[in-house]
Structures are given as C-alpha cells and as structure tokens.
C-alpha cells in the first residue's frame, strides 16, 4: 500500500523516539501486516534523516515487527492464522504446566510483579492503550514461563513472542470492551495462584475460542 504515514505531529529525532512511533503504529493497527514501511515518506513526514529511521528498522526486524526484503524494503510481518492455531494447540498443553511450576515463586517472591502486571493491564486496557495492553498481556503470560524454572518452557515461549504480539496487534482491537482482556487475566492469576491447573487450562481454552471467533467474524 502507498500510502504516506501522518505523524508530523510526533516529530522525533532519535533512533528510539522513531522505534516508538513506528512501534506504535503497528502495535494499534495503523500499519497492516504485510505493509511497506517506505523509508523516503516516512523520513519526509516524521522530520529526519535515513539514518535513525534505519535504526529503528533495524530494533523492529529484531523484535520481529518487521521483516527487510533485499531490494525491496522493509514490510510489516504477517502472522498466520494457521500459525496462531498451531501456537495455541501447544499452548493449552504446556502453559497450564509452566503455571503450575511457577505458582509457589508467584504467590511468594514474585507476587508483587504479577500484581502489577496485572494492575498494567487494566490501566491500559481501561485506557484503551493497544500498545501497552499487549505489552502488558505478553508480560502476564511470560512470567509464568520465567518463573517455571524450566529452561525449555521458557525457550518455548521466547520462540513464539514475537508472533504473539503481532496477533495481539490484531485480535486486542476486536474487543468491544478492552477492559475484558484484564478481567480474564486476572481471573487466569487467580486460579494459578490457587493451584487449580485444570481450571486454567479451562479458562484459557475459553479464552482462546473467543478471541478466534472474533477474528474470524472480523472487528466488534
């Protein structure tokens, strides 16, 4: 899509300032999947030269935002559904796991930053801020990962993270109440913490089918 990007109000300069307003746009879907970043109007709108936009380009691919083609440029990546289902199948099998290894560690040393995990969550949520919501619901399902104390559940989940939020990216602006997200996490939190694993892979379960079904029926 040719299409120039409206940002001169977020005039930056920095190589980090740019990562975040390009961040930003394709975190709230401003920029679609599979779109060109177009070095030459992106540069002309934002007020810089090519070299921190490169920069930025660059933080984006590594965190997998964006992908670079050679002589073509850099494209916003594409998550696909066949991707997320696979995602999710494994998912249901392992995280209910990765919950119940990190429980005793959540409900003692590391309570406080599930709490505020959580407390991100609704802040952002409540505020409608898509970037940091997904931020936010990244980080609540990676600490039960972190704090499994299991190196290959926690490799498990650095190889899907990135795909994750691109999803996120899609799914999040589905909702017709933001708000639900952390209202559902919090309720995940609480059966982990309480021990109950079969209750949360039930509660996941659940969850995964209305955010599917919601994509599939497109945005509420």
Known sequence: MDRRFEWQEQR???????????????????????????????ATDLGI???PLREALTKLEEEGL???????????????????????????????Y????????????????????????????????????????LRFHRLFYEFSGNSA???LWSGWENKLR????ADHPTYSDLHQIAIEHDKLAELALEGDIEGYRKEMLSQFHNALGAQAAGPA
């Open 153 to 155: 559940l926690h490799s």
């Open 12 to 42: 930056t300069t920095t190589p980090d300032g740019v990562y975040r307003v390009l961040r930003t746009a394709i975190l709230d879907g401003s920029v679609s999947p599979g779109e060109q970043l177009r070095e030459t109007h992106i």
């Open 98 to 137: 990765a919950a119940e290894l990190a429980a005793p560690t959540l409900r003692d040393a590391e309570r406080l930053r599930l709490k505020q995990t959580i407390e991100e969550l609704y802040r952002s949520t409540e505020t409608n801020d898509i970037p940091a919501s997904i931020d936010a619901h």
């Open 166 to 169: 691109l999803y996120f990216a």
């Open 66 to 96: 964006v992908v670079k083609v050679p002589f073509r440029g850099s494209f916003v990546v594409e998550v696909s559904a066949k991707d997320v289902a696979e995602i999710a199948s494994i998912r249901l099998l392992v995280e209910p």
């Open 49 to 51: 030269s090519r070299s």
